[in-house]
């Protein structure tokens, strides 16, 4: 399979990634932050943007990441390390997964469905972990305009109904909501560090960095216009108002008649959800295999193991959603600072010209 | 012995035991010098009274010395040849080219006298265009191959003729402009063609296993076109062309699978025009593809889907049908497959009673017995009807419905969702002849989406299309 081009990274940025903050970020926002709830996100994409900025910066070196490494700390130092961030993508994969089977069990069933119901998603997640990373290129270039697609049809259904004036008072959430959002937001942004397996896979190009970051923050624009007219839609209500981007377009007049129309768009954010779902697994599989080298049968046999694992984590989760993003955007939240922050900051210091490996 | 000798009996002994077939026949003419000739020829397919014209006539006034040279100087036939290795000859002989040999010579001489049986040439039946040229393509390699000289008068047109299958020996053609296709994928043709190991090729069909980079695939890898316009237009785009010979089906790679949403017409009508064609062609799949599986998820799984008064009369209908909406469908779906089976297969005048029967006996009865819902019949046949928008791609669709019908009725939209992901996986990583299947979409190129599901004019088309990567990239000055 061919590199991944620049253009494609743009869309992965801009369309793919911003379609997994709409689902139980929005809701997470508000019952910290209220009306207020578009500055943690808008920090957070800000501070995300730099860190894609230097993870694009990285791709100069024309190395991969685990090149980059071994670089710098040599082979079994860079094994340690890449193993280490391929266990946090593996970490952060946990919770969009578990997001997205709710999401799907409340949008798409009727009635709380059997197990079968999510379980095929494993399999195309074993599917795509057996494909080589760089692959995810090309299928970029189909879902953006279907993400594209999906975003406004949502949108032209939802703002009509929505009141923009439920977001005043500006600042009314105070110093502690802004603070306890941008806390409870970040484990919903770990974008840098996906970007960090792709690196070798794509071809540095003049000025990449800034549109990298550029074409992120414009897909972080779409994000906190979608969180606007959801409070806008909702205001107080919000907070209850779980799988934001099923919710937002129910009260538009023509569905009465012309039922819900607003799932053909709800379908197409499905479809491109379940891509980026599978990303992190397939990413920190990659992470691996650039330190074992290529094995015939490793991505399928790791991607076996893992997608059965989360099946069976995903299971036992299922009814401590609450729970596990408590934990996961309390205690631990650092772990995303560091990985996705201060990692892709960090690389930057690491070895610029390629040494000699015996 | 391996080659003609000056013995005449033990050549033509050697030569018979080559080709012991009883419709191998042999006769003698004698020249007025007294020179006799003998003539090994194969019964059904040499054209004998061409034989005696070219042949035999000419040479019973021959007095000059008995060379091969010489006779080959009084045969009238253009495809006149000389040929040492007997096993050639045999070929020549097989091929329905009579084989000439005398006493004294150690050569014989290759008459092109075989007979070419073709029907006329006429517009093929799955590829009407209300306005555009109506030819197709025959069953005759020769014929089909003038077809496509007719439209390029230049030398640049190269038609290399490949033999292929070990006993039936096929002629194809390799077509392809030279400076204009690329030469790795001709190249690449013509190793995969010389690779193939296969007793017989009956049809072009045949050879589009071999040239496909996953063989066992659902997904078409080769293109097919029955009509030589389309097939030249192809050719001047920068593809390879593979004619075959026994086959109305001309072969063309690398394939892109928006050819097929593609029409001849689409060229000959304002652009608008086929871009709102082809935008209801494809429309128009992608209903028939997925509104049996939507309809049946919706119901097992999500009423929500229907407006609420098209629910209401679905609840009306399906009230007293036994079956389970998946397998109601799949019922309904499995008489469609049948009929159109049976239909096509059926001969023509059993064919009207035929749609009698599928249309009023099973369908209305079978509504009115209870069996099947009306919406069910309605979804199926809206759906049938859609598929044969892009008949062309029939095969695959029809199994992806199918697919997608066993997915909703288990797993419901997600499953469907999923099935989608899994066919848009499959055909971004699919490439053939180092050309990604589903271009220009992906990898996106923005100059070729000028002619895809949009249609640009003619003047806004001034470049071959990037994803052929053609070496001759300008085709309007």
Request: aromatic share 12%; proline share 5%; with cysteine.
């Given at each position: 399979?061919?590199k991944?081009?620049s ?5 992965f ?8 903050k709409?689902?139980y ?7 910290s932050a209220?009306?207020?709830l578009?500055f ?11 860190a894609?900025f230097c ?10 990441f685990f090149?980059?490494?071994?670089n710098?700390?040599?082979?079994i130092a ?6 280490i961030?391929?266990?946090f993508?593996?970490?952060s994969?946990?919770?969009p ?6 999401f ?17 998603f494993f ?13 995810m ?15 406004i049809?949502i ?14 008072p ?8 802004f603070?306890?959002?941008t ?7 770990f974008d840098?560090a996906?970007?960090?397996p792709?690196l070798?896979?794509?071809?540095y ?24 007219t ?7 209500l ?7 981007f099923?919710?937002?377009s129910?009260?538009?007049a023509g569905i ?5 129309i ?5 379908f197409?954010?499905?479809l491109?959800m ?5 990303l992190?697994i ?8 650039q ?17 059965a ?7 036992l ?10 934990a996961i955007?309390?205690?631990?939240v650092?772990?995303?600072?560091v ?11 690491l070895r610029?010209?390629?040494?000699e490996?015996? | 012995m391996?080659?003609v000798?000056?013995?005449?009996p ?5 030569l018979k ?9 042999t006769?003698?003419f004698?020249?007025?010098k ?11 397919i ?5 034989l ?5 006539r ?8 008995p060379?091969?040279?010489e ?9 006149m040849?000389?040929?040492?290795s007997l096993?050639?000859l045999?070929?020549?002989v097989l091929?329905g080219?009579?084989?000439l040999?005398w ?7 290759v008459a ?7 029907r006329?040439?006429?517009e ?5 265009a ?9 069953e ?5 191959t003038?077809l ?30 030279e400076?204009?296709?690329?030469a790795?994928?001709?190249e690449e043709?013509k ?12 049809d072009?069909?045949?050879l589009t ?7 066992y695939?659902l997904?078409?890898?080769v293109?097919?076109?029955?009509k030589p316009?389309i ?5 001047a ?11 109305p ?12 949403f ?5 060229y000959?009508?304002p652009?608008y ?5 082809r935008?209801?062609?494809l429309f128009?799949?992608i ?8 309809y ?22 399906i ?10 469908m799949l019922l309904?779906?499995l ?11 059926m ?13 009023l ?8 017995a ?5 919406p ?16 062309n791609l ?10 997608m019908?066993?997915?909703?009725g ?5 499953g469907i969702i999923l099935?989608?992901?899994f ?6 990583t699919?490439?053939n ?18 002619d ?24 309007l000055?």
């Amino acid at each position: 399979m061919n590199k991944i081009s620049s253009r494609q990274l743009y869309f992965f940025l801009a369309c793919v990634a911003p379609v997994g903050k709409l689902v139980y970020l929005p809701s997470l926002l508000v019952s910290s932050a209220k009306n207020d709830l578009l500055f943690p996100a808008a920090l957070q994409y800000l501070v995300q943007a730099g860190a894609i900025f230097c993870v694009l910066l990285l791709a100069k070196r024309g190395m991969n990441f685990f090149e980059l490494l071994e670089n710098t700390f040599g082979r079994i130092a860079a094994s340690i390390l890449i193993g280490i961030f391929s266990l946090f993508l593996f970490y952060s994969a946990l919770l969009p997964l578990l997001e997205q089977k709710l999401f799907v069990q409340s949008a798409f069933y009727d009635t709380l469905p059997s197990l079968v119901a999510f379980s095929p998603f494993f399999l195309f997640a074993v599917y795509l972990c057996a494909k080589p990373l760089s692959s995810m290129g090309r299928v970029w270039d189909i879902i953006a305009p279907l993400a594209i697609a999906g975003y406004i049809g949502i949108m032209l259904l939802s703002v009509g109904t929505a009141d923009f004036g439920a977001l005043r008072p500006v600042g009314a959430a105070g110093g502690s909501g802004f603070w306890k959002g941008t806390m409870s937001a970040m484990s919903w942004f770990f974008d840098a560090a996906l970007l960090l397996p792709l690196l070798g896979k794509f071809q540095y190009k003049k000025g990449m960095a800034a549109k990298g970051a550029l074409a992120y923050l414009l897909g972080g624009a779409a994000v906190i216009f979608f969180l606007a007219t959801f409070y806008g839609i909702f205001a107080e209500l919000s907070q209850n108002q779980l799988f934001a981007f099923t919710k937002t377009s129910k009260y538009f007049a023509g569905i009465t008649v012309l039922g819900r129309i607003d799932y053909l768009f709800i379908f197409t954010l499905a479809l491109v959800m379940a891509f980026y779902c599978a990303l992190p697994i397939q990413a920190g599989i990659d992470c691996i295999v650039q330190a074992a080298g290529p094995k015939k049968y490793l991505r399928p046999a790791l991607g076996i193991v893992l997608c059965a694992l989360y099946f069976a984590l995903t299971d036992l989760l299922d009814y401590r959603f609450t729970e596990v993003v408590r934990a996961i955007s309390g205690t631990v939240v650092w772990i995303f600072p560091v990985f996705c922050l201060l990692v892709p900051v960090l690389c930057l210091l690491l070895r610029r010209r390629r040494r000699e490996i015996s | 012995m391996k080659n003609v000798t000056n013995d005449l009996p033990k050549t033509v002994e050697a030569l018979k035991k080559l080709l012991p077939a009883e419709d191998i026949l042999t006769f003698e003419f004698l020249t007025e010098k007294g020179l006799t000739f003998t003539v090994v020829f194969a019964d059904p397919i040499t054209d004998k009274e061409l034989l005696g014209e070219q042949v035999v006539r000419a040479l019973r006034r021959f007095d000059g010395p008995p060379t091969a040279e010489e006779v080959g100087k009084h045969i009238a036939s253009p495809e006149m040849k000389r040929e040492k290795s007997l096993e050639k000859l045999a070929a020549e002989v097989l091929a329905g080219n009579p084989v000439l040999l005398w006493e004294g010579m150690d050569e014989g001489v290759v008459a092109g006298t075989k007979k070419v049986f073709t029907r006329a040439i006429s517009e093929p039946s799955t590829d009407v265009a209300v306005k555009g040229p109506r030819e197709g393509f025959i069953e005759d390699v020769k014929t089909n191959t003038s077809l496509v000289r007719r439209r390029f008068k230049t030398g640049e047109l190269r038609i290399e003729m490949v033999e292929v299958g070990r006993r039936s020996k096929t002629f194809v053609a390799v077509c392809y402009l030279e400076g204009t296709s690329k030469a790795e994928a001709v190249e690449e043709v013509k190793r995969k063609l010389g690779e193939i190991e296969i007793d017989i090729v009956p049809d072009a069909s045949y050879l589009t296993h071999f040239l496909s980079s996953r063989p066992y695939s659902l997904v078409k890898q080769v293109g097919t076109t029955e009509k030589p316009d389309i097939f030249c237009a192809k050719i001047a785009e920068g593809r390879v062309g593979l004619i075959v010979d026994g086959s109305p089906i001309a072969l063309t790679v690398p394939y892109l699978l928006i050819e097929d949403f593609q029409s001849s017409e689409d060229y000959f009508v304002p652009p608008y025009r086929a871009t709102f064609t082809r935008l209801l062609r494809l429309f128009a799949l992608i209903v028939a593809i997925y509104l049996p599986a939507f309809y049946v998820a919706g119901q097992l799984f999500k009423l929500q889907l229907f407006p609420v008064k098209l629910l209401l009369t679905i609840a009306g209908s399906i009230r007293d049908i036994p079956f389970s909406p998946s397998l109601e469908m799949l019922l309904v779906l499995l008489v469609l497959e049948v009929l159109n089976e049976a239909s096509i297969r059926m001969p023509k005048y059993v064919g009207m009673a035929l749609s009698v029967v599928g249309a009023l006996v099973l369908g209305e009865t079978a509504v009115s017995a209870g069996f099947v819902s009306t919406p069910a019949i309605i979804i199926i046949a809206f759906s049938g009807i859609g598929l044969y928008a892009v008949p062309n791609l029939i095969e695959q669709t029809s199994v992806l419905r199918l697919a997608m019908l066993l997915v909703a009725g288990s797993v419901g939209t997600y499953g469907i969702i999923l099935v989608t992901g899994f066919v848009l996986f499959y055909l971004v990583t699919t490439e053939n002849f180092g050309t990604p299947l589903l271009a220009p979409f992906s990898p996106m190129i923005g100059r070729d989406l000028r002619d895809s599901v949009f249609k640009y004019n003619l003047g806004s088309l001034p470049t071959r299309p990037r994803t052929l990567k053609s070496p001759n990239k300008r085709r309007l000055k």
